[in-house]
């Protein structure tokens, strides 16, 4: 989900570690920026569900920002999506895949002046791990030795609040240990769950979630607004090797995509990373070389309920997967800009299988056989949740239409929450029926959309297993394809836990999106990425 634009050689997995890219940033970059650009310009987002600490954000519409105002350790090349070493780490090696070396380079500071340390991360990855703080991201810190000695029962104290496999060795150097080989594990720490927070978040962790201090490319010269935004200012003493070229970027808050688009339209919106549904036929019209597409990694589902006693057969799951026409919703209402799925995992990423599920097929027939077979009480309507003013209404309908038609099952639509509203409502299992669920991968790794939506360690608060789908077996596979000695080997293992998605089917697969997106005339060099990130330090303001 989290990338940057990147300058710089691409990083490749070799063996047993990672291979050192060459450059770095020296932290005196940023009086270039100055003399390149200037100006402010505008983003659509909705409204973030949290506080913008990197540890808690999960979600697109914080995830923007957040990524606005941090660095990585490491990037992610535009082209390929592999990890490139052009943020704060200068190397991450290891000789058996377990034991972790990160070294940093010199010269990144936080926004505050004080400088980016080997014990700003490793204090950072400990809070967020710690179940007592109740971090979203605190699932990607499970595979550090000590982290079951952080977990503790709601209202309990860890044992705890330090993983023992994390180790400061100078202030530019700190060692992670695993508790099994993960050699993709470099790959992973791009994300937003590692980035680093300063002295100030642990004074005042309250005050910092209204007003972040990173160590990106811009900065925050003021709180953030609910239901308004922040505007952001370019940071220059940035470490990195590209500044933003923009002096600032304002992301605005709209409760309605179609509002956003009417204001894009008029000029008064400059980028947005999505366009409304019905909006997409006119687009080409409307904007020219202005409306631009990108594959995205990401997946549609239909989240299930597990805990709900409609849903908690697989078979009844499975039915309904079997009812839906995913071609005929991709073909009129996305014109062609969604591609049907039948796997849990994105085309972008290595070990995708274009047609692993055979229950995301339409087949009408076997669906009805199956639901009859379960005992489903077909006189009751089912609810169809999805989060308001995010163009989600008109192909939920379709599917309710289609559950109608194909399994004679009524269905009433339930989208009146606020996205901010509806993801508290999916960790606090108040879903109560079938539910939209979306996922913009983080690292371009197989594992990304396995492990934080569907383990058991996932489970809210810790991570984002909205189903409360829980399996053993599939948490020891995915663990084995973590531990494997190769990335193919792992992709084989990762495909072994999917394949028991596939019969258990907590959430059916839906789509793929290719992303449709459009700028004003007031700035150029606009791009989002697969990982659905409008690339805000390359805007430039005013056209070429």
């Given at each position: 989900?989290?990338?940057?634009?990147?300058?710089?050689?691409?990083?490749?997995?070799?063996?047993?570690?990672?291979?050192?890219?060459?450059?770095?940033?020296?932290?005196?970059?940023?009086?270039?920026?100055?003399?390149?650009?200037?100006?402010?310009?505008?983003?659509?987002?909705?409204?973030?569900?949290?506080?913008?600490v990197p540890g808690n954000t999960n979600e697109t519409e914080g995830g923007q920002i957040v990524d606005a105002l941090w660095t990585g350790l490491v990037e992610y090349d535009r082209e390929t999506n592999e990890a490139a070493y052009t943020g704060v780490a200068e190397s991450i090696e290891s000789e058996d895949q377990k034991t972790w070396t990160v070294n940093l380079k010199?010269?990144?500071?936080?926004?505050?002046?004080?400088?980016?340390?080997?014990?700003?991360?490793?204090?950072?990855?400990?809070?967020?791990?710690?179940?007592?703080?109740?971090?979203?991201?605190?699932?990607?810190?499970?595979?550090?030795?000590?982290?079951?000695?952080?977990?503790?029962?709601?209202?309990?104290?860890?044992?705890?609040?330090?993983?023992?496999?994390?180790?400061?060795?100078?202030?530019?150097?700190?060692?992670?240990?695993?508790?099994?080989?993960?050699?993709?594990?470099?790959?992973?720490?791009?994300?937003?769950?590692?980035?680093?927070?300063?002295?100030?978040?642990?004074?005042?962790?309250?005050?910092?979630?209204?007003?972040?201090?990173?160590?990106?490319?811009?900065?925050?010269?003021?709180?953030?607004?609910?239901?308004?935004?922040?505007?952001?200012?370019?940071?220059?003493?940035?470490?990195?090797?590209?500044?933003?070229?923009?002096?600032?970027?304002?992301?605005?808050?709209?409760?309605?995509?179609?509002?956003?688009?009417?204001?894009?339209?008029?000029?008064?919106?400059?980028?947005?990373?999505?366009?409304?549904?019905?909006?997409?036929?006119?687009?080409?019209?409307?904007?020219?070389?202005?409306?631009?597409?990108?594959?995205?990694?990401?997946?549609?589902?239909?989240?299930?309920?597990?805990?709900?006693?409609?849903?908690?057969?697989?078979?009844?799951?499975?039915?309904?997967?079997?009812?839906?026409?995913?071609?005929?919703?991709?073909?009129?209402?996305?014109?062609?800009?969604?591609?049907?799925?039948?796997?849990?995992?994105?085309?972008?990423?290595?070990?995708?299988?274009?047609?692993?599920?055979?229950?995301?097929?339409?087949?009408?027939?076997?669906?009805?056989?199956?639901?009859?077979?379960?005992?489903?009480?077909?006189?009751?309507?089912?609810?169809?949740?999805?989060?308001?003013?995010?163009?989600?209404?008109?192909?939920?309908?379709?599917?309710?239409?289609?559950?109608?038609?194909?399994?004679?099952?009524?269905?009433?639509?339930?989208?009146?929450?606020?996205?901010?509203?509806?993801?508290?409502?999916?960790?606090?299992?108040?879903?109560?029926?079938?539910?939209?669920?979306?996922?913009?991968?983080?690292?371009?790794?197989?594992?990304?959309?396995?492990?934080?939506?569907?383990?058991?360690?996932?489970?809210?608060?810790?991570?984002?297993?909205?189903?409360?789908?829980?399996?053993?077996?599939?948490?020891?596979?995915?663990?084995?394809?973590?531990?494997?000695?190769?990335?193919?080997?792992?992709?084989?293992?990762?495909?072994?836990?999917?394949?028991?998605?596939?019969?258990?089917?907590?959430?059916?697969?839906?789509?793929?999106?290719?992303?449709?997106?459009?700028?004003?005339?007031?700035?150029?060099?606009?791009?989002?990425?697969?990982?659905?990130?409008?690339?805000?330090?390359?805007?430039?303001?005013?056209?070429?």
């Amino acid at each position: 989900m989290r990338t940057k634009r990147i300058a710089g050689a691409s990083v490749v997995l070799t063996g047993s570690l990672l291979l050192t890219a060459c450059g770095g940033g020296d932290g005196g970059s940023g009086d270039a920026a100055a003399e390149e650009g200037g100006g402010t310009f505008s983003v659509y987002i909705g409204e973030p569900e949290n506080p913008l600490v990197p540890g808690n954000t999960n979600e697109t519409e914080g995830g923007q920002i957040v990524d606005a105002l941090w660095t990585g350790l490491v990037e992610y090349d535009r082209e390929t999506n592999e990890a490139a070493y052009t943020g704060v780490a200068e190397s991450i090696e290891s000789e058996d895949q377990k034991t972790w070396t990160v070294n940093l380079k010199d010269g990144w500071t936080f926004h505050d002046g004080t400088p980016v340390t080997a014990q700003s991360y490793v204090d950072t990855w400990n809070y967020v791990a710690n179940s007592e703080n109740a971090q979203g991201n605190s699932y990607f810190f499970a595979n550090v030795e000590g982290y079951e000695d952080l977990q503790a029962e709601e209202g309990k104290k860890p044992a705890a609040t330090e993983m023992s496999g994390l180790r400061v060795i100078d202030d530019q150097t700190f060692e992670v240990t695993l508790t099994d080989p993960y050699a993709q594990w470099p790959t992973t720490v791009g994300y937003t769950a590692f980035f680093p927070m300063p002295q100030a978040f642990f004074d005042n962790p309250e005050g910092f979630g209204e007003q972040p201090i990173g160590n990106g490319p811009f900065k925050a010269d003021e709180a953030f607004q609910d239901g308004v935004g922040i505007t952001l200012t370019r940071f220059d003493e940035f470490g990195g090797e590209e500044p933003a070229k923009a002096e600032g970027v304002e992301f605005r808050v709209y409760t309605e995509i179609n509002t956003a688009y009417n204001d894009l339209q008029a000029g008064s919106l400059d980028v947005m990373d999505e366009l409304p549904p019905d909006a997409i036929a006119s687009a080409e019209d409307q904007f020219g070389e202005r409306l631009k597409t990108q594959p995205q990694g990401d997946i549609t589902s239909l989240g299930f309920p597990t805990y709900d006693e409609r849903f908690a057969d697989p078979e009844v799951r499975k039915a309904f997967s079997m009812a839906i026409d995913r071609e005929a919703i991709t073909e009129s209402i996305f014109q062609g800009t969604r591609t049907p799925a039948a796997s849990f995992v994105s085309p972008v990423v290595d070990g995708y299988r274009e047609d692993a599920c055979e229950a995301c097929e339409l087949n009408v027939e076997e669906a009805n056989r199956i639901l009859d077979e379960a005992g489903f009480d077909r006189s009751k309507p089912v609810d169809l949740w999805f989060n308001a003013g995010a163009g989600h209404e008109e192909w939920m309908q379709a599917i309710g239409n289609q559950l109608r038609e194909n399994l004679d099952v009524e269905y009433q639509l339930r989208g009146d929450l606020q996205f901010a509203e509806y993801l508290p409502l999916q960790d606090e299992k108040g879903m109560t029926g079938p539910f939209r669920s979306g996922w913009v991968m983080d690292y371009p790794v197989m594992e990304n959309f396995l492990g934080p939506l569907y383990t058991t360690a996932a489970l809210p608060p810790a991570g984002s297993n909205s189903t409360f789908y829980s399996n053993e077996e599939f948490d020891a596979q995915v663990r084995a394809g973590n531990s494997a000695a190769s990335i193919d080997e792992a992709v084989q293992e990762y495909q072994k836990a999917e394949d028991m998605l596939i019969a258990d089917m907590p959430a059916t697969p839906l789509f793929y999106r290719v992303t449709q997106y459009a700028h004003s005339e007031n700035v150029s060099d606009v791009s989002v990425n697969a990982f659905q990130r409008v690339e805000v330090e390359d805007v430039v303001v005013g056209s070429e």
